[in-house]
């Protein structure tokens, strides 16, 4: 019993005493059982300063030399020149070589700095083409597709108008001798168009067709029909006018087709007309209905 109790003291003794370690010693006055111990040997906070600064460095380098090579292919690509002008659509009035001629100066800037709009203002600027669409196919040719005026009357001496009322002129008038003539004030086309399109409808169940319409300051119309036929329409009720006319055609006159001469829509009620010069067996007369 008295050995197991020696043997307690003895541990005891051997806990109470100081713990010796290595590294650096503890500061005077600190506690005796208190472990200093050493930092590892390493780096501290601002080791890898340097190696993530040279990393940063590559990627700046490495993005700059992407962006200046892709610049240089902007550049080098804008520059190409256009190798090819192809021109499509049924082109009866314009050359597809002046249709080229005509574009080239807009494309000595290259394939990319061609201004295409302009370039399409300018084709619909000639005579006959209506309407002109542009656009690039990779990677240096040039598409155009030309849509050509139809008139559908002549205006004036030397002009044309188109189903819009649009006037565009032409060295060529002679070739449309056929078509019906209108005539008119400046800006007044587009209106008078609508008004020869009405007409031409409200006559062709009739078998009457326009050949002249025209209008003048104070907005009074005048029409010849084929075969000489003048009709005085009047102002802005010419369509009231003209289903009176239909009537008493239909009714009185188209036996006589070949007779009139001119027939006055502009009463409130009822027409006048007059018939062409009489032969000997048929004299002359004008009519009220």
Known sequence: MGAIL????????????PVKTRGRRAPQGATRNAVVA?????KGKSGGAPSVWFNRLL?????????????????????????RISVTGELEHTQAQAVQDMVQPGLA?????????????QLEGLPWIYKATVRRKWPSSLEIHVVEELPIARWGQDGFLNHEGGVFRSDKAGEWEALPRLQGPKGS???????????????????????????????????????GIQLSL????????????????????????????????????????AFKEPTEADPSHVAGL
Do not use: H
């Not at 020696?6 to 005493?17: D, L, P, S, V």
């Not at 962006?67 to 240089?72: E, H, I, M, N, Q």
């Not at 800037?109 to 203002?121: E, K, V």
């Not at 209106?191 to 067709?209: C, F, G, M, T, W």
């Open 189 to 227: 086309a587009q209106s008078l168009v609508e008004k020869y399109q009405r007409l031409v409808d409200i006559l062709a169940p009739l078998n009457l067709a326009v050949e002249q319409l025209a209008i003048d300051e104070r907005g009074q119309l005048e029409a010849v029909l084929e075969g």
């Open 38 to 42: 050493e930092k590892p040997a390493g």
């Open 6 to 17: 020696g043997r307690r003291r003895a541990r005891r003794e051997e806990q109470k005493k």
């Open 234 to 273: 009047g102002g802005d009720e010419f369509l009231e006018r003209m289903d009176r006319f239909i009537g008493i055609y239909r009714t009185e006159l188209a036996a006589r087709k070949s007779e009139i001469e001119r027939v006055d829509l502009r009463y409130e009620s009822g027409i006048a007309v």
């Open 109 to 121: 800037g290259g394939f990319l700095s061609a201004d295409l709009q302009q370039i399409q203002r």
């Open 59 to 83: 990627i700046l380098l490495g993005a700059a030399v992407v962006f200046t090579a892709a610049l240089k292919a902007v550049i080098t690509v804008q520059s190409l020149p256009v190798q």
